[in-house]
């Protein structure tokens, strides 16, 4: 079966720029994250959705971040007005129901902010 | 949530068994051990997870000695494909933070 998907695998982008990231998860898993990881570090994590409840934001490093689930599926994360800092890779996750259940990640993005 | 020390890198050889050891001294009653393991330029990917004595999978075994301060990850007869970041994660299955601290993990190179 399908994996998680990501798009677009690459994207380079001007500073000031917005940029919009999309992950697929697969198919009846509930739960989704997202995750940014900077050469050579480990992941650090950015946003978790759950079914319909309210989405945990803790890991949003600013308000130049968002991120939105469309019907307990796709979700697009947004980066508004990007800079240098935000080039990394964005990793998505999908699992199902419950925080402890085996994440399967999609390739991720890399993101280049020149 | 209970903080995790790995060593940053290792190298082994092809045919070898490579033994990784993460220490979790303030592990609490309900976490459980979980390891990823993660190729360049990939996500990374679920290997075992455990929570006592050992268990074991097609691809690994992972070993928790009574005092579940520590996990060792086994991979046997390893290969050049082994070449991978392993990361270990403590927590709860059932705490909202589960799964979301990762370390900078295990850099681990076979060589042939």
């Known amino acids: 079966g399908a994996g998680v998907s990501q798009s677009p695998s690459n994207k380079v982008t001007e500073k000031g720029k917005d940029v919009e990231l999309r992950c697929d998860p697969i198919s009846g898993h509930t739960a989704l994250y997202w995750y940014r990881q900077s050469l050579g570090q480990g992941l650090e994590f950015l946003i978790y959705?759950?079914?319909?409840?309210?989405?945990?934001k803790s890991g949003l490093p600013s308000d130049r971040f968002s991120a939105e689930r469309t019907g307990g599926s796709v979700s697009t994360l947004t980066i508004q007005r990007t800079q240098q800092e935000d080039s990394a890779v964005y990793l998505c996750a999908s699992s199902f129901p419950g925080q402890g259940s085996e994440q399967y990640f999609g390739p991720g993005t890399r993101l280049t902010v020149t | 949530l209970a903080k995790t020390t790995q060593p940053i890198s290792m190298d082994s050889y092809e045919g070898q068994e490579v033994n990784i050891t993460c220490s979790h001294n303030n592990i609490a009653t309900n976490d459980y051990i979980t390891w990823y393991q993660q190729f360049p330029s990939q996500g990374p990917r679920f290997i075992i997870q455990?929570?006592?004595?050992?268990v074991t999978n097609e691809v690994a075994s992972l070993f928790i000695p009574a005092d579940r301060k520590s996990s060792t990850l086994s991979l046997p007869r390893v290969s050049l494909s082994d070449t991978a970041v392993y990361y270990c994660l403590v927590g709860d299955p059932m705490d909202s933070n589960y799964q979301l601290i990762w370390g900078a993990g295990t850099k681990l190179i076979i060589k042939p």
């Open positions: 959705f759950q079914g319909n409840s309210a989405p945990d």
């Open positions: 455990g929570y006592k004595t050992k």
